[in-house]
């Protein structure tokens, strides 16, 4: 039996509301103890102790909505490389979206990612399989065959269902086995060939712009028939105040549904496309500095639940193009936690709420045992120092794509550790 004893952190463990001194004892792969007594029977004998003075202990991230190329894409990443950077930025675990080639639409895929992410991956995997065939938006997929080979949520991934008549049965469907449907909203039609976010900026810098309204419509769409069926819904990334509220009013309703926020939408605005930089062509765009406000608000008093990622790579054929022709998305699993510390150090939210955000909440949303520091756990963790200063630079990153919205961005806050099962995945070296 192995132990490792981590003395005199500050242990920050959302899922029991913990925030104090102690230590973490750990057996094998398993958390024994974990708070202010962990010491008090002195270290065992033999156990590999880490001092983590100074530093927050947390229970490793959970990062709900992640791309990875593998298979079809690997030049963009693999699901190694993906794991790589996942481990550097303290994720532990990760939700896999379908967009692979062929899509994950099959059980036998589901299980083929299972098997390639056992063979060959630092962090926990778990895949989201598609509603409907080839995210073709009309064939509903098996969901009970799918659920059976491991698949965690259900969603079209990048893809917005356009059919209502699709998605109510999709809804009802899921029900029954009481899955998580979770979804994009943007109307394609009111999208049309919009490239950021419609208003002024975009009229100066002549570029086509996407109205708020073209992701409201949709997500009211889907809350009514969330509503109408009873499913467990989740908006996977929203980007503006109408929808905070729609979303706040389906809840006050009782209805069950949960909203997510992608880091790039809580961190910056649209002002940073002015330089036509292709790295912030995102989706949903990026919005004014209002919208951006009322995000962190929102995550700050609970409509919304959980901060993504939304980790994306694109290589330099999709990006190094004019704005209105490269492929949006950006990568963020090695800066989901420091780009998050941002809003923890200008005190628009509460370090408890920010570590939950990305722990127990998406753990509890995806129904993983995960995001927590409770004894018996496995002992997924991240030891973090809060105030390490830091520059994003490329040849740094783990990623096999570059496309970093925080390029050159100073950061404070870093994972100097990452353990998955009581091994350790991930150390700084710096």
Same mark, same amino acid.
């Given at each position: 039996?192995?132990?490792?004893?981590?003395?005199?952190?500050?242990?920050?463990?959302?899922?029991?509301?913990?925030?104090?001194?102690?230590?973490?004892?750990?057996?094998?792969?398993?958390?024994?103890?974990?708070?202010?007594?962990?010491?008090?029977?002195?270290?065992?004998?033999?156990?590999?102790?880490?001092?983590?003075?100074?530093?927050?202990?947390?229970?490793?991230?959970?990062?709900?909505?992640?791309?990875?190329?593998?298979?079809?894409?690997?030049?963009?990443?693999?699901?190694?490389?993906?794991?790589?950077?996942?481990?550097?930025?303290?994720?532990?675990?990760?939700?896999?979206?379908?967009?692979?080639?062929?899509?994950?639409?099959?059980?036998?895929?589901?299980?083929?990612?299972?098997?390639?992410?056992?063979?060959?991956?630092?962090?926990?995997?778990?895949?989201?399989?598609?509603?409907?065939?080839?995210?073709?938006?009309? #064939?509903?997929?098996?969901?009970?065959?799918?659920?059976?080979?491991?698949?965690?949520?259900?969603?079209?991934?990048?893809?917005?269902?356009?059919?209502?008549?699709?998605?109510?049965?999709?809804?009802?469907?899921?029900?029954?086995?009481?899955?998580?449907?979770?979804?994009?909203?943007?109307?394609?039609?009111?999208?049309?060939?919009?490239?950021?976010?419609?208003?002024?900026?975009?009229?100066?810098?002549?570029?086509?712009?996407?109205?708020?309204?073209?992701?409201?419509?949709?997500?009211?769409?889907?809350?009514?028939?969330?509503?109408?069926?009873?499913?467990?819904?989740?908006?996977?990334?929203?980007?503006?105040?109408?929808?905070?509220?729609?979303?706040?009013?389906?809840?006050?309703?009782?209805?069950?549904?949960?909203?997510?926020?992608?880091?790039?939408?809580?961190?910056?605005?649209?002002?940073?496309?002015?330089?036509?930089?292709?790295?912030?062509?995102?989706?949903?765009?990026?919005?004014?500095?209002?919208?951006?406000?009322?995000?962190?608000?929102?995550?700050?008093?609970?409509?919304?639940?959980?901060?993504?990622?939304?980790?994306?790579?694109?290589?330099?054929? $999709?990006?190094?193009?004019?704005?209105? #022709?490269?492929?949006?998305?950006?990568?963020?699993?090695?800066?989901?936690?420091?780009?998050?510390?941002?809003?923890?150090?200008?005190?628009?939210?509460?370090?408890?709420?920010?570590?939950?955000?990305?722990?127990?909440?998406?753990?509890?949303?995806?129904?993983?045992?995960?995001? $927590?520091?409770?004894?018996?756990?496995?002992?997924?963790?991240?030891?973090?120092?809060?105030?390490?200063?830091?520059?994003?630079?490329?040849?740094?990153?783990?990623?096999?794509?570059?496309?970093?919205?925080?390029?050159?961005?100073?950061?404070?806050?870093?994972?100097?550790?990452?353990?998955?099962?009581?091994?350790?995945?991930?150390?700084?070296?710096?």
């Amino acid at each position: 039996m192995s132990t490792t004893l981590l003395t005199h952190g500050r242990i920050v463990d959302p899922s029991r509301r913990m925030d104090t001194i102690g230590a973490v004892l750990i057996e094998d792969d398993k958390i024994v103890g974990a708070g202010p007594d962990g010491l008090n029977q002195g270290a065992p004998e033999g156990a590999t102790i880490i001092d983590c003075r100074g530093h927050v202990i947390a229970p490793g991230l959970v990062d709900g909505r992640v791309f990875i190329g593998e298979p079809g894409f690997e030049h963009r990443e693999t699901i190694r490389s993906a794991s790589e950077a996942a481990a550097a930025g303290g994720v532990t675990s990760l939700v896999m979206m379908p967009d692979t080639s062929p899509v994950m639409d099959q059980p036998s895929l589901v299980e083929y990612v299972l098997r390639t992410a056992r063979a060959t991956s630092l962090v926990r995997i778990h895949p989201a399989a598609a509603v409907t065939r080839g995210l073709g938006g009309s #064939e509903m997929t098996e969901f009970g065959l799918l659920r059976e080979a491991g698949a965690v949520a259900f969603t079209d991934g990048r893809h917005t269902l356009d059919n209502p008549v699709v998605l109510r049965r999709a809804m009802s469907y899921a029900r029954d086995f009481d899955a998580l449907i979770a979804m994009e909203t943007q109307d394609n039609a009111l999208a049309a060939n919009g490239v950021m976010n419609e208003g002024k900026l975009a009229t100066l810098m002549g570029l086509p712009g996407i109205p708020r309204e073209a992701e409201l419509i949709p997500l009211q769409r889907d809350l009514a028939l969330a509503a109408l069926t009873g499913a467990r819904y989740h908006a996977a990334k929203i980007s503006c105040v109408m929808s905070a509220d729609a979303i706040r009013r389906a809840k006050d309703n009782g209805h069950r549904v949960t909203a997510g926020v992608s880091i790039n939408h809580l961190s910056l605005n649209e002002n940073d496309v002015q330089g036509y930089r292709t790295f912030y062509r995102l989706s949903p765009p990026l919005r004014d500095e209002l919208e951006r406000h009322a995000m962190a608000n929102a995550l700050a008093d609970g409509t919304i639940d959980i901060v993504v990622s939304s980790h994306d790579p694109q290589d330099v054929d $999709t990006k190094r193009l004019p704005f209105d #022709e490269a492929a949006p998305g950006a990568i963020g699993l090695e800066t989901l936690l420091a780009a998050l510390l941002r809003r923890v150090h200008d005190g628009t939210l509460p370090l408890m709420r920010a570590i939950e955000v990305v722990t127990s909440a998406p753990a509890s949303l995806f129904g993983l045992p995960y995001g $927590t520091l409770r004894p018996g756990a496995k002992a997924d963790i991240a030891i973090i120092d809060l105030d390490a200063p830091w520059e994003v630079s490329d040849k740094d990153l783990r990623s096999h794509s570059r496309n970093s919205c925080f390029e050159n961005a100073r950061m404070s806050g870093r994972v100097l550790r990452t353990m998955v099962s009581g091994e350790t995945v991930f150390e700084l070296n710096d």
